[in-house]
């Protein structure tokens, strides 16, 4: 009888421990679901990125544009990748070939997402051939932050944000894609000429 009783107390209290998580996992859920992304975007709307090289963007964001100052012209790119994501790695060369044919109309913003250092980083660079900006991704915790609370990303790399004329945000895509970077592009510059 003794045998069946702690049976019975175990067991209560597996569901008691169950029940309890649930409960603060759905707080935690509907917490998460009423954050007021106004107010972030009201006090941490701007951003300041050094590339690997040493250039410095400047992001305004506000609702559904980033502006990046001396780029606000052009269609961007603007990633957050790994080195030794292999996703990541498949898109280099398709990064280099767009900027390699769209030149000054078009740039690419990469940010390192998985803590390389910046030699490590000069040295994919070079050994890569990458004719567009790389900065070092571990400063970058609040613009990543601003991505979870603003676009709901979950980390999954790559993301890219193609940026039209003037900030706008022309496309959200995360995680590997069955289509490449130059289909992207059209489909993002179609949908910039429907803004028009």
């Known amino acids: 009888m003794q045998k069946i009783l702690n049976w019975i107390i175990v067991f209560l209290v597996i569901i008691a421990l169950v029940l309890a998580g649930l409960y603060l996992y759905n707080i935690k859920f509907k917490n998460n679901e009423n954050i007021d992304k106004s107010a972030f975007m009201e006090t941490n709307n701007t951003f300041e990125f050094k590339s690997i090289n040493g250039k410095i963007f400047k992001f305004t964001i506000s609702d559904k544009?980033?502006?990046?100052?001396?780029?606000?012209n052009k269609l961007v790119f603007l990633k957050i990748f790994g080195w030794d994501c292999k996703y990541c790695q498949k898109e280099i060369p398709q990064l280099i070939n767009l900027k390699n044919d769209l030149?000054?109309?078009?740039?690419v913003?990469?940010?390192e997402a998985e803590q390389?250092?910046?030699?490590?980083?000069?040295?994919y660079i070079k050994e890569y051939g990458i004719n567009y900006n790389v900065v070092n991704g571990t400063g970058q915790k609040r613009f990543y932050?601003?991505?979870k609370t603003y676009y709901g990303w979950n980390g999954v790399i790559?993301?890219?944000i193609v940026l039209g004329k003037g900030g706008r945000i022309l496309?959200?895509?995360?995680?590997?894609?069955s289509y490449t970077l130059a289909e992207l592009m059209k489909a993002s510059l179609a949908?910039?000429?429907?803004y028009r």
Do not use: C, N, Q, W
Request: proline content about 2%; cysteine-free; hydrophobic content about 30%.
């Open 103 to 107: 030149g000054d109309t078009f740039d």
């Open 191 to 194: 949908r910039e000429k429907s």
């Open 109 to 111: 913003i990469a940010i």
């Open 158 to 160: 790559p993301l890219t």
């Open 65 to 72: 544009t980033i502006r990046i100052k001396g780029l606000e």
């Open 171 to 177: 496309a959200y895509e995360v995680g590997a894609k």
């Open 145 to 147: 932050e601003y991505l």
């Open 116 to 123: 390389h250092s910046d030699e490590e980083s000069l040295k």
